[in-house]
């Protein structure tokens, strides 16, 4: 079983750039979810996918957006990066129905917005 | 009503004592209470979950207390171990937005030899 992948591992962007980050979720999950973690603190929801479709959105603006695809993998694109940007951001991914409670996290990537 | 409240912010415990970590929450909507374990450079692992109409759950060293009425639920980790140093959360989910986990800002566990 492949665990929850995500690329690039490390990425270095300057303000006002766009960037795109990848994340494969685990064989058989088809709901992907996105979080923001800035140094020192716990991870903060940015939004979920399931079956292609947003299913959710935590308080982040519009300039975070995502896609989901067929074979349920995602991106998470954020346009004009700001300073505050910096951040790991996990992806994590989980199953539907009975047992299906648990989000698996992927290694996440490091975003530097200088 | 959204929070998860942690503490302590960080812990530092004798190898072969007991480490435990606190969180309280408001909203009672949350139905899922997993605790991950991080460790530096890595993602947040599930470590062991419960649900809030059971009042405990242990699986190997570590063990769930929960409290429904008084909104509590704390990690007991029995007979410490280095390797076990990491950042531990503790999260709840709520339905509101598709199945997000609200994370408790962290506890640095140290396990001195």
């Known amino acids: 079983e492949t665990g929850v992948t995500q690329s690039p591992t490390h990425l270095i962007k300057t303000r006002g750039q766009q960037v795109t980050l990848r994340c494969s979720s685990q064989?058989?999950?088809?709901?992907v979810s996105w979080y923001q973690q800035a140094l020192g603190q716990g991870p903060q929801f940015i939004f979920q996918?399931?079956?292609?479709?947003?299913?959710g959105r935590g308080n982040f603006p519009p300039r975070f957006s995502g896609l989901q695809f067929p074979n349920y993998s995602s991106e998470l694109n954020v346009n004009a990066l700001e300073l505050d940007d910096s951040a790991l951001y996990l992806c994590?991914?989980?199953?539907?129905?009975?047992?299906?409670?648990?989000?698996?996290f992927g290694p996440g990537t490091r975003l530097t917005v200088l | 009503q959204q929070q998860v409240k942690q503490s302590p912010q960080s812990l530092i415990v004798q190898k072969g004592g007991i480490s435990i970590i606190n969180c309280a929450y408001e909203?009672?909507?949350?139905?899922?209470f997993p605790w991950y374990q991080q460790f530096p450079g890595k993602g947040p692992a599930l470590l062991i979950a419960?649900?809030?109409?059971?009042s405990e759950k242990k699986e190997g060293r570590f063990t769930i207390s929960f409290n429904k009425s008084a909104k509590q639920f704390s990690l007991h980790i029995m007979d410490s171990q280095p390797g076990d140093s990491a950042t531990y959360f503790c999260?709840?989910?709520?339905?509101?937005?598709?199945?997000?986990?609200?994370f408790g800002k962290g506890t640095t566990l140290s396990v001195s030899s």
């Open positions: 064989s058989g999950h088809n709901t």
């Open positions: 996918y399931y079956r292609e479709e947003e299913n």
């Open positions: 994590a991914s989980s199953g539907q129905g009975q047992g299906s409670d648990t989000q698996y």
């Open positions: 909203n009672t909507a949350f139905d899922y």
């Open positions: 999260a709840a989910r709520v339905y509101q937005a598709g199945t997000a986990l609200i």
């Open positions: 419960i649900r809030p109409d059971v």
